[in-house]
Every structure is written in C-alpha cells, then in structure tokens.
C-alpha cells in the first residue's frame, strides 16, 4: 500500500488525496473533499478548521486565520490572534509557516485517522511561480507537521499527470491553473517523461481577487443606487465587509452554473441603522461589470506562455483546466476562444492537483521523469544595489553557480550576502526596484585572519534544486595567492541584515 498522501494546500481551499493500486481516494471533511484553508483559535488547546473556522471567524475574525498560504511571501509578516475563550491573554504571533504547520497537521491527523495507517510521507503542491523561499518554507511546514518524507511538486505538472497519465506518446498539456490564490499556465509535453517547456502567471490573481473585485463591484453599486459608503471606517466596517464578501462570493459561485442569483443582505448604514439591500444579479452583468477584465488579463499571460515556448496553438494537443476558478463560464470560453479549442472538463478541477500529487507518490505503477527550468533569475546584491545574476531563467534544474566574494575592510571577520530573486522577464537591475524580491541573508562569521582582509576570497557554490529551492552547497577561502584556506571554523548562518561584501 501506498503511504504517500497527495496534499494540494491551496490558499483557499485544500484536497488531499491517496492512490493505492490504481484506485484514487480522496479525504473527506465533514463529508466534502475540500476543506476551506482556515483556523480558528477558541483556546491554545481547541483549535477548528475549514467550515467550522470559518463560521466562528464571522463572530469573532480576529481570533481566526485565512489565506496564510499568501504570508510565505513574506517569511517575517505575521498576525495576531486572539483566543475567543480569552481575549486578555497574549496573542499568538501567526507567520505563514506556523499556520500551514497547524494546518498540514490536522490535514496528516485527519487522513491517519479517516484510512486507518499513520502518514508519514507526502507529495505537497504549489504554485509554480513561488520563488525557493517560498518552497522551503511549504516543506519546512511540512515536516514540522509530522511528515518524514515530503516530495515538493509544482501545481501545473500535478495536473498534468491526470490529463497524460496514460499517454505514452508525447503530447503537449497547456495547463490553465485558476486556484483561489494563484493563476498559472504551463505547457508540459508528457509522454515517457514530463517537461515543463514554458510557464507564466500572476501569484496577485486568483478566486480569492475575483471575489473582492465583486465586493468593489457591489459597494460602487449601492453607492449609486442607495447613496451609502459601506467601507468607510466605522464600528461596524468589519461587519459590512463579511457580509459583502459573502454576497460576492455566493454570487460567484452560483453564477458559474444558473444565469441568474438573488442576494439580500443587511448592512449597517450608521451605528445604529440597519438597511436591507436586494439584488438580482447576472451572470452577463458579472461578466461585463468584474469578469471580462480578468479574463482579457488571463488570456494575455497564455499567449506569452506560448511565444515562450515558441508554439502555435495548433501544437497544443490538450487544454487542461484546474483550480476551482477555472468553472467560470467566461473563463473557460475566454481560453478556448484563444485557443480554438475546448479545454478538458472531464476532470473534477478543484481535485486535480490533489489527485496528480497522489500519483506522483502512488504505489511505483506509474511515474515519469521530470524535468525543468528556472523559473526566475538568483543572485546577489552587490556594490550599489546592483542585482548579479548567478542563475538564470532557463536553467535547467538543478542548477549551480559559483561565485567569489571578499571583505571590504582590513579588519573585516564577517560577510553578509543579501539573495534575491527577479521575475522572469524583468528588466529591473537594482535590488530595490519593483519585480525583484529579497529571499535571505547568509552571514558567514569567524574570517581567518590574514595581514590584509580585502585579499581572502570567499568561494560559494549555491544550487537550485530540483524541488526548487536554494542551497548553499560548499564554501572555500584562498588567499591572495589562491592557495585554499582552512575553513572548519567559518560559521554560515542565515539573519535579517546586510552589508560587508563585494563581487569578485
């Protein structure tokens, strides 16, 4: 038996799945294969996840979490939650790796308990645009929720093993990816193996910006018919904002099956006045007021994805949907009509990428080889700002570069070396500048002593794996001769600060 799960931890809704002698199973929560991508905090020690998390957040929101997958982004940001049952009491300080810690934990405990056998080994997906500090950090969490064995694998390819899990002769899968966070394309030709040729996306569009573009959406709509202002801040702004955003999201949903939903809702117009709004929406307003914009912007990145790959649509043998998102009707219609083709919909396109990563790990009957590229260039800060490139868009993983550094002062012990990361596509040059992301900071202590410091040559291997994230392989000193130095003092740690080192 297979003893792998298949975790699709999405930002706001997760599946996990299991495959076992050809057969895939899926978890279920509270009776449902997705659960909502949230906690609530009653106490330390009660904690309620998915639908129950989100029930008790309408109450009280500052005591749950939602959409922690998005705080990876940012490894030091953090929220505070309130215990319910003690709102006194010291808050807990929430990173995005803590919260998916929690939650990749309760989702292992859960699966243990529901198929009787204790999961230890997991394939987790992610977004393929998540830069390495991303990556790490999902598997980090993952290993600190109590897996010993996590294989870390890109949504779009998860995918695409379901679409090309028969195909023995190559084909390529245009993956159209519209989950809750994230929106990814990818064109994978799968056959005896599976690579990735080219990728795209926007990690700032997903379900998630749907619904709060349909919020806007109805806040500038009562304005005009009601002349109120919902969202200015008042007592009761926090109140007005859940009711909006249920409102849009019912409306999201139901309008991607029937043509037409009623909403009524109350919200308060002043502290103490109460005013019922009712609505009858449809899907052709949805489309023409929210929509078609996001649609018009979907459709660009998947014509970039294939002048990357340098294709024509004629090349494209499936279109392969997945992500909740991608059941929008004028979504689907938008990539067809840029097509020219129907996009598969045989598969249940909230699960696919659950179901692709249970394979990956399934029982050894089915697995192919993967290969891919860089995704974004990896380098360093140097001189003024100034990104250096030691990796590039391209690469095929894994992937290393070697790079010397020295100390700029005589008396120099310690170097700093800030990494960064630069979209694919990006013209940017200094680390400051919009589409170049810091990732880490290494500190290397305890420089060998020498007459002149600014002589010492720090040599650095670094690696993009192929899960995708980054190593610091090896390090070597020489001195000014180039004769090697011993080493087996330096200490190498990663910290939040910068400065001290040149390029050489």
Do not use: W
Not at 60 to 89: A, T
């Amino acid at each position: 038996m297979s003893d792998y799960l298949g975790i699709d931890l999405g930002t706001t809704n997760s599946v996990v799945s299991h495959f076992n002698n050809g057969q895939l199973r899926r978890v279920k929560f509270d009776n449902q294969e997705i659960i909502p991508s949230a906690m609530f905090f009653h106490s330390a020690d009660k904690i309620y996840y998915g639908n129950m998390a989100l029930r008790r957040m309408h109450q009280y929101p500052h005591s749950g979490i939602k959409l922690f997958k998005r705080m990876l982004y940012n490894p030091q940001s953090f929220k505070e939650i309130i215990y319910q049952n003690s709102p006194h009491s010291q808050p807990l300080q929430l990173t995005g790796k803590l919260a998916s810690t929690m939650f990749l934990t309760y989702l292992r405990e859960h699966s243990s308990t529901q198929f009787n056998v204790d999961f230890r080994k997991a394939v987790v997906t992610v977004p393929d645009n998540f830069n390495t500090t991303q990556v790490e950090l999902t598997k980090l969490a993952a290993i600190d929720a109590g897996f010993h064995d996590v294989i870390m694998l890109k949504e779009p390819i998860a995918a695409s093993i379901v679409y090309g899990l028969t195909s023995q002769v190559d084909k390529n899968i245009l993956v159209y990816d519209f989950g809750g966070g994230t929106f990814d394309v990818s064109i994978i030709n799968i056959g005896q193996q599976c690579e990735v040729i080219a990728t795209g996306g926007d990690s700032n569009l997903g379900g998630e910006d749907i619904t709060l573009d349909i919020v806007q959406y109805l806040c500038e709509k009562i304005e005009d018919d009601y002349n109120l202002f919902l969202l200015e801040p008042s007592e009761k702004f926090e109140h007005n904002q859940r009711i909006l955003y249920d409102a849009a999201e019912k409306l999201k949903i139901s309008l991607s099956e029937f043509d037409e939903q009623e909403v009524c809702f109350s919200v308060y117009a002043s502290d103490n006045n109460v005013v019922t709004i009712n609505y009858n929406i449809t899907r052709q307003e949805l489309e023409d007021e929210v929509l078609r914009a996001i649609n018009g912007k979907a459709t660009q990145i998947v014509r970039k994805v294939l002048r990357d790959a340098d294709l024509l649509v004629d090349d494209i043998d499936i279109v392969a949907l997945a992500g909740g998102s991608s059941c929008i009707p004028v979504l689907q219609q938008g990539i067809a009509n840029a097509l020219g083709k129907s996009p598969h919909t045989t598969q249940s396109l909230a699960t696919v990428v659950a179901d692709g990563a249970a394979i990956r790990g399934g029982d050894g009957q089915i697995q192919k080889v993967i290969l891919e590229n860089v995704i974004h260039d990896f380098g360093v800060r140097i001189g003024d700002a100034t990104f250096d490139a030691l990796i590039k868009v391209g690469q095929r993983l894994p992937a290393k570069a070697v790079k010397c550094y020295r100390p700029t002062a005589a008396n120099q012990r310690v170097i700093n070396i800030d990494i960064f990361a630069r979209e694919s596509g990006c013209l940017a040059t200094r680390t400051f500048e919009d589409g170049i992301t810091f990732l880490d900071n290494i500190r290397f202590e305890n420089l060998p002593e020498c007459d002149d410091m600014t002589k010492l040559c720090l040599e650095i291997t670094f690696e993009i794996n192929k899960e995708y994230y980054l190593n610091k392989l090896e390090t070597k000193l020489y001195d000014v001769a180039g004769n090697e130095i011993c080493s087996k003092n330096l200490k190498c740690i990663s910290v939040n600060q910068s400065g001290g080192a040149t390029c050489i």
